[in-house]
Antibody, heavy 126, light 107 residues
Framework: QLQLQQSGPGLVKPSQTLSLTCAIS??????????WNWIRQSPSRGLEWLGR?????????DYAVSVKSRLTIIPDTSKNQFSLQLNSVTPADTAVYYC????????????????WGPGTLVTVSS | DIQMTQSPSSLSASVGDSVTISCRAS??????LNWYQQKPGKAPKLLIFAASTLQTGVPRRFSGTGFGTDFTLTITSLQPEDFATYYCHQSFSFNDAFGQGTNLAIK
């Protein structure tokens, strides 16, 4: 069954590292036709794309400028999953975090997010 | 970065009505525009990709148009399950970006 399942703590202290994992069922993290993304949502910032990892003969990572210095996305082929690590968090990082698959249309190659995880509410507080 | 602006931010309608939501990009994104529906406590759900292509399984009362900078999502004959928040999303530039959302409420 095609799905993404998220795991990770819901509470992180300021200045610590936020770590989340997205387990993939029904597809492969090494797929040549998909990119694996992290997106977050908060009342103040709305939906915000954070970054992606994808495999095209080798691994690539793209990160949003807003979090590039603090974010690492790591694929794990042995467990068919990918992880987010966001360092030095502050209360502004409080949000619902989603993992999502981005694929391209067969005609035109238009990219879109067609599969989402259920979301994890992460609160940054001491 | 490309900015996405939706209008209106909220609207109310009745079952059976038709509504249109607009999305404007700060620069041309050709057809790299997608629409999602989100219900409380749930992840966004893809409705339309490439500005006008209906995702598999999405009812035909949903339709999308546009090219370049101006796009619209139209829902005809509103059903009770359509009351939700709708987001546009551009995937043209390196930094994917979403509109701020349009909350469709029942009148």
């Amino acid at each position: 069954q095609l799905q993404l399942q998220q795991s990770g703590p819901g509470l992180v202290k300021p200045s610590q590292t936020l770590s989340l994992t997205c387990a993939i069922s029904g597809d492969s993290v090494s797929s040549n036709s998909a990119a694996w993304n992290w997106i977050r949502q908060s009342p103040s910032r709305g939906l915000e794309w954070l970054g992606r990892t994808y495999y095209k003969s080798k691994w690539y990572n793209d990160y949003a400028v807003s979090v590039k210095s603090r974010l690492t996305i790591i694929p794990d082929t042995s467990k068919n999953q990918f992880s987010l690590q966001l360092n030095s968090v502050t209360p502004a990082d409080t949000a619902v975090y989603y993992c999502a698959r981005r694929v391209g249309s067969t005609v035109g190659g238009y990219w879109f997010f067609d599969l989402w995880g259920p979301g994890t509410l992460v609160t940054v507080s001491s | 970065d490309i900015q996405m602006t939706q209008s209106p931010s909220s609207l109310s309608a009745s079952v059976g009505d038709s509504v249109t939501i607009s999305c404007r990009a700060s620069q041309s994104i050709y057809k790299y525009l997608n629409w999602y529906q989100q219900k409380p406590g749930k992840a966004p759900k893809l409705l339309i990709f490439a500005a006008s292509t209906l995702q598999t399984g999405v009812p035909r009362r949903f339709s999308g148009t546009g090219f370049g900078t101006d796009f619209t999502l139209t829902i005809t004959s509103l059903q009770p399950e359509d009351f939700a928040t709708y987001y546009c999303h551009q995937s043209f530039s390196f930094n994917d970006a979403f509109g701020q959302g349009t909350n469709l409420a029942i009148k």
